[in-house]
């Protein structure tokens, strides 16, 4: 349950409306719910000075390029938090392996990743047990 407020949370913030989401998805690929968090704290103005221009901006720079290819949907940061938040379409779990281990920040942060399962084919899933519940209970 909680995975699912997740999901319907990230489409609210990020603006998207679940038909633009549904018409998004390409054909033989699998969304999943990115979350890239407990980014790196600065102990000196040098070291943060190090840590934006090698890590940050070049993983903004990155994911930006990945939004502009629509491999990212729907992506951004929690205000005030040092985390990335995004929905991505990958072909495999490997091409999203891949992706994130591409990213200059990779390292640097914690990952979770939530593969998502769309509703079409879970509303499809549940009609078909609801007509074999069907089925079984009329004898």
Do not use: H
């Not at 994130?100 to 769309?118: C, Y």
């Amino acid at each position: 349950m909680q995975k699912q407020i997740i999901v319907v949370l990230t489409l609210v913030v990020f603006g998207f409306s679940l038909p633009a989401l549904a018409q998004t998805k390409s054909q033989g690929s699998n969304t999943y719910l990115v979350v890239g968090s407990e980014g790196p704290g600065f102990t000196s103005p040098e070291e943060a000075i190090q840590i934006l221009e090698k890590g940050i901006l070049p993983t903004f720079d990155a994911l930006m390029k990945l939004q502009e290819g629509k491999k990212i949907i729907a992506g951004g940061l929690p205000i005030g938090d040092r985390a990335f938040v995004f929905i991505l379409e990958a072909s495999s779990n490997n091409e999203l392996d891949k992706l994130l281990r591409s990213l200059p920040a990779w390292g640097a942060l914690k990952w979770k990743v939530t593969a998502l399962e769309s509703f079409a084919g879970r509303a499809a899933q549940e009609r078909e047990i609801l007509n074999e519940l069907k089925k079984t209970t009329k004898k």
